[in-house]
């Protein structure tokens, strides 16, 4: 399984940006289908961008035009770039790798790194 650790989290007021990154482990992240999650406290964690080793992007309703995920496969690396972050993206956000094969798939996930946004 790939490994994955995420970094970038932090502090930052309402309207600031922040860059979150994702570093992987392994010689096939090019094959990779990745994604970032966030899970505020009592709820669901959801899908907030993903971006295919096609290079396919998509991204929750409540992030388009103020997010950007990107990847860097010859740094196995996958960016989500956060601007006009609003107190609502407060969260943990996970970093998630999905490769599949013959029918099955195989995820990975990060242990998170912490986003709040606060005045």
């Known amino acids: 399984q790939v490994q994955l650790v995420e970094s970038g989290g932090g502090l930052v007021q309402p309207g600031g940006s922040l860059r979150l990154s994702c570093a992987a482990s392994?010689?096939?992240?090019?094959?990779?289908?990745m994604g970032w999650y966030r899970q505020a406290p009592g709820k669901e964690r959801e899908l907030v961008a993903t971006i295919t080793s096609g290079g396919t992007i998509n991204y929750v309703d409540s992030v388009k035009g103020r997010f950007t995920i990107s990847r860097d496969n010859a740094k196995n690396t996958v960016y989500l770039q956060m601007n006009s972050l609003k107190s609502e993206d407060t969260a943990l956000y996970y970093c998630n790798a999905l490769f599949r094969v013959l029918g099955k798939s195989f995820a990975s996930w990060g242990q998170g790194t912490q986003v709040t946004v606060s005045s």
């Open positions: 392994g010689t096939i992240f090019r094959m990779y289908d």
